[in-house]
């Protein structure tokens, strides 16, 4: 973790002077951006020393509340902590109408050392025994949305293009469109702009297999933990580019009833001290050419698929993306080419081998999603897990058989009784954070929607 230091920001206010409020911002335990605005003149010392603040904000349910029934441990009593700038994240938050900027910031404890529930530090130290393997990684991430119409009305409205010379919505998926990027141009610039400016690598623009949906790829990086921070920035981008355009971008993972649901989905590829992609066989003649040490890391990732599903799919919404037929994962299953799996193998060159984990909902914490994969993969490699019989190419998959949870609460149970992300993530880490999820579970199950007046009032 590097921090930023006065060179940076006065690099920073020396090209942005009219800069009077900075947005000090950290991803709390849902991948949520959490934070506070300070004025011009304490920038310095935010720089010098950093900003007090209490850990507990790292550690709101979705709703931005505390839950009284989780014993918070020795968060009781709200304690202090550190809020420190990130080197490199300071940007100009160019869809405000004020003079206002932004820096990413880690959560210390008082005596310097990390905080253990900032998903950054669990990122962090799920990484260090791959690391230690003498190898790195390289990520890339890629998050599906929607655009949502700014109304009035009680339930979200896809933002859908005319039939044109009429004012009749366009019908079909019209999946990867050209015209569907043109009806949104000015919005989708304004993202390049802004990425650009705030040291987003963003990439391809696709319009998705739903109308209204879309994916932004983010170019592959070096530092899983830069790529996330890269992914927890672009969401923040396009909500508020959105904004700014007269419109919501929504990243639940099944946002509408009956189609496509979003996804996260990780590349992620490893490379040895001479820079030699691991994955890859080049003396094998078979297609894909792969490695020994890939089949294992796939391994490792289908073994901890199940006990991982919590932060896959984090909240109620996420397990309505799980449905068969729709693209998502259903069960550990790997194959070459093929989009109906997991974890897919994607046709590449040598250089470029990897594998493609397809289970996380855009909802999902990008930060606690790359450390258990890369707990996965460390621990494939290490255990020499078997992934099982790929699925070839072309092949269609008949009577899957469904076996990753699809409940929230079976999937916290199995989270609570797995024993290989305790070692990755930190026991205490894990015990807060089923702690807090369940909470939450518990208090949505209590929930009277309207469905059930629809369902059973009359009925019943």
Known sequence: MKIADLNELNLFLSEYPETNMLEVLSPDINGILRGKRIPTKEFESFFNEGVKSPGSVSLCNSRGEFSDDVDMGTFEGDPDNLMRPLANTIAPISWLKSDTAQILSSFVNLDGSPAMFDPRNVLIQALAPFYKLGLKAIVATEL????????????????????????????????????????????????????????????????????????????????????????????????????????????????????????????????????????????????????????HAVGGLAVTMEEAMPIFAPNANSYRRLIPGSYAPLTPNWGYNHRDVSLRIPVSDLDNCRVEHRVAGADANPYLVMAVIAAGIHHGMTQECDPGKMIPEGHEIEDEVVTLPRLWSIALDKFDAGSVLPYYLGEDFCRLFSRMRRSECDDFLEQVSNVDYEWYLRSV
Request: proline residues 5%.
């Open 144 to 295: 599906e949305f929607y655009l949502i119409e700014d109304s009035d009305q009680e339930a979200p409205k896809r933002r859908l293009a005319n039939i044109p010379g009429t004012s009749l919505p366009q019908t079909g998926i019209q999946y990867a469109m050209p015209e569907n990027l043109w009806d949104h141009d000015d919005f989708l610039e304004d993202i390049r702009r802004t990425c650009i400016e705030q040291n987003v690598p963003m990439t391809t623009v696709v319009s998705e297999f739903s109308q209204g949906q879309y994916e932004i790829n983010l170019h592959h990086v070096d530092d899983p933990v830069v790529a996330c921070d890269h992914a927890i920035l672009l969401k923040r981008i396009v909500k508020g580019v959105a904004r700014q355009h007269g419109m919501s971008a929504c990243f639940m993972a099944k946002p509408f009833t009956g189609i496509a649901g979003c996804g996260l989905h990780v590349h992620f590829s490893a490379y040895d001290q001479d820079g030699v992609n691991i994955f890859a066989d080049s003396g094998s003649r078979e297609t894909p050419a792969i490695s020994a040490a890939l089949r």
